[in-house]
């Protein structure tokens, strides 16, 4: 069964600094992994969608990279802003079970501070 | 842009009453999902359709059923509703035509206290 881990379940960092989200799964049978933003109380926002075949996708200040032999993907954020606290998920869909069942990470809470 | 709206952000009921929540997307998505998220546990997957007045179960089915009539709207029923039935509720939609690589958009979600 396929097991979707963030680590940290939280971070505070200060404003400006470039930091890394990590993410890592079981089955590296997947279609693609994709990174969602929560603010509190909100659904959830696609950021990436990163394909198998694919090694990094990018967006403004964002850059997801995705290394499916070893399980793991990273969402970079460089120059952090307030603006970007919120939660960070990521979600991979697995190739087995029909291919619509995404599997999900609890994800990390960010915090950037003034 | 994609928009998926749900009729309702937050919702009381009493347990025992039966709870429609309503899901509609505008970018005319074959697939439609809903799913329950809860602090510790995540997003998980009730049930899913990719198509009109086709439906299929996913992880956590108990004590729900859906209805699409519609290839805009997706409802999400709980028969009777319970305590344990307290969540936030999400509905998302996709694209079929290559949708094991479409993203998945979210409605806002609905927060749903049952007493």
């Known amino acids: 069964k396929q097991e979707v881990t963030q680590i940290p379940a939280a971070l505070s960092v200060p404003e400006g600094e470039n930091l890394v989200l990590n993410c890592s799964f079981t089955?590296?049978?997947?279609?693609?992994l994709q990174w969602f933003r929560q603010d509190p109380g909100k659904g959830l926002t696609s950021l990436l969608l990163?394909?198998?075949?694919?090694r990094e996708q990018t967006s403004g200040r964002l850059n997801a990279s995705l290394d499916k032999s070893s399980g793991r993907s990273t969402l970079y954020i460089a120059a952090s802003q307030p603006g970007d606290s919120a939660t960070y998920l990521c979600?991979?869909?697995?190739?087995?079970?029909?291919?619509?069942?995404?599997?999900f990470g609890t994800g990390t809470q960010l915090k950037v501070e003034l | 842009d994609v928009k998926v709206t749900q009729s309702s952000r937050y919702l009381v009921k009493r347990t025992g009453e039966k709870v429609f929540l309503e899901c509609v997307q505008d970018?005319?998505?074959?697939?439609m999902f809903w799913y329950r998220q809860d602090p510790g546990l995540g997003l998980r997957l009730i049930y899913f359709s990719y198509d009109v007045k086709m439906k299929e179960k996913g992880d956590i089915p108990e004590g729900y059923s859906v209805s699409r009539e519609k290839k805009e709207r997706f409802s999400l029923i709980l028969e009777s509703a319970s305590t344990n039935q307290t969540s936030m509720y999400l509905c998302?939609?996709?694209?079929?035509?290559?949708?094991?690589?479409?993203?998945?958009?979210f409605g806002n979600g609905t927060r749903l206290t049952v007493t």
């Open positions: 970018m005319d998505h074959e697939n």
């Open positions: 990163i394909q198998s075949s694919q």
């Open positions: 089955d590296s049978a997947i279609y693609n």
């Open positions: 998302a939609s996709s694209l079929l035509e290559g949708s094991y690589n479409s993203p998945l958009h």
């Open positions: 979600a991979v869909r697995p190739v087995t079970g029909g291919g619509n069942k995404l599997t």
